[in-house]
């Protein structure tokens, strides 16, 4: 066969390869470590706290209710997750237009969780190129239980916060002391295997292939966006020689970075904003006598159109879900017609009707709730008026109305009023038909 008609084989895939990011030291680095400790935390020691002896953060999605320190959300509240949700989507895009991908960098989970696993994998194998020896040589006694100890703590750390994360939905005081249901041992272990496989194997390729994210980013990027550069008027040519630029070519801010790249060859999708390089190179130069940043964050300016529309829009959202909050009834009511008894006269010549008020108490005390009617002449609650309902309880009223006899035949408008006994301000209104046959 002639050579030239031979196929060529092309591979469209890049052969992985993994990456012994090296420990870095710095101001940056603090600030990671920081964010490390302060998030976590809140993950571990939020579902711990307690308030009003429940525990304080709680999506307890049996019994359908969201509980958030003080504050009790029902399903007829989707309203807030939905403005959150809107919330969080302007907040990626303000932060992003603003700061780039420093979330990335310093506060997203993948990165939170690949950090505290590599300062395990440091503390037990030792740095890169103790480490790179090990998975080369053979298996021995030492390099079976340096692995055991590490994927050991690596799998103790992940069942930990696939179980704390489950302590989120199921209390989780009632999660440690009686055995799981089968959806809560699921989900404990599928977040418990998600963290162990996410930060211990797959690490810098959930970034690289996995997170959306990076690959819209550019789309919220401008020219004054704040990413990582370095300065090549400054830097090159490379090298030790006498007429080369600061940057001495020891690849260093390839050794530390979590993705693997080089930021000398400019901005990649992959770069993460964590300032590793940033930390390592200063470092480089401080040993040389030189003058730091040479790779550093670039200088843009904060206030253009871009980030003011998206902070005005933001503040205006913000302002009017907590307004919204702070002047939500805690009493919700629905009122249900009861469809199997029709409108009937009673003695006295009065016409009743029969519905079903369905009374919300979305506060966590017990309250004493009084209902009226009104909207036809004479109309009137008949029997018990008022109800208790305990606290973060829904009850189920029956309520028998009664209008004046000679109320022309037909559909006609009422309204109930629900008001909380002892608690002023706490009322609702709602309509419903009264009809007379």
Known sequence: MNPKDAALEVSLYEVGRKIYPRAVHGWFAAWRWTLVWATQLVFYGGAWLTWNERQAVLFDIAQRKFYV???????????????????????????????????????????????????????????????????????????????????????????????????????????????????????ALFYGFATYGNAGWMREQVCKYMCPYARFQSAMFDKDTLIITYDRSRGEPRGKQENAGDCIDCGICVQVCPTGIDIRDGLQYECIGCAACIDGCDRVMEKLGRAPKLIRYSKGRVLRPRVIVYSAILAAIAAAAAISLYLRVPLKVDVIRDRAAIAREVEGGLIENVYRLQIMNTTEQARA???????????????????????????????????????????????????????????????????VR
């Open 69 to 187: 320190f003080g504050l009790v959300f029902w399903p007829q509240d989707i309203i807030y997750l939905t403005v959150l949700l809107i919330l969080c989507a302007l907040a990626l895009f303000l932060f992003t237009a603003v700061a780039g991908r420093l979330w990335c960098g310093y506060a997203c989970p993948q990165t939170v969780y690949t950090e505290i696993f590599l300062w395990i994998e440091r503390v037990i194998e030792g740095d890169p190129n103790a480490r790179i020896r090990l998975d080369k040589q053979g298996l021995s006694t030492n390099k079976f239980l340096l692995k055991s100890a590490k994927h050991g703590l690596w799998l103790a750390l992940a069942l930990w916060t696939g179980i704390t994360f489950v302590g989120y939905f199921t209390p989780i005081r009632e999660l440690l002391t009686t055995p799981p249901g089968a959806w809560e041992a699921f989900w």
């Open 369 to 435: 709730f009084e209902i009226t009617v009104s909207g036809l002449p004479g109309i009137q609650v008949w029997g018990e008026s008022t109800t208790g309902v305990p606290a973060a309880e829904t009850r189920m009223v029956p309520v028998r109305v009664r209008a004046d006899a000679g109320t022309a035949p037909g559909s006609h408008p009422i309204e109930f009023t629900v008001r909380a006994l002892g608690a002023e301000g706490v009322e609702v209104r709602e309509g419903a038909v009264f009809i």
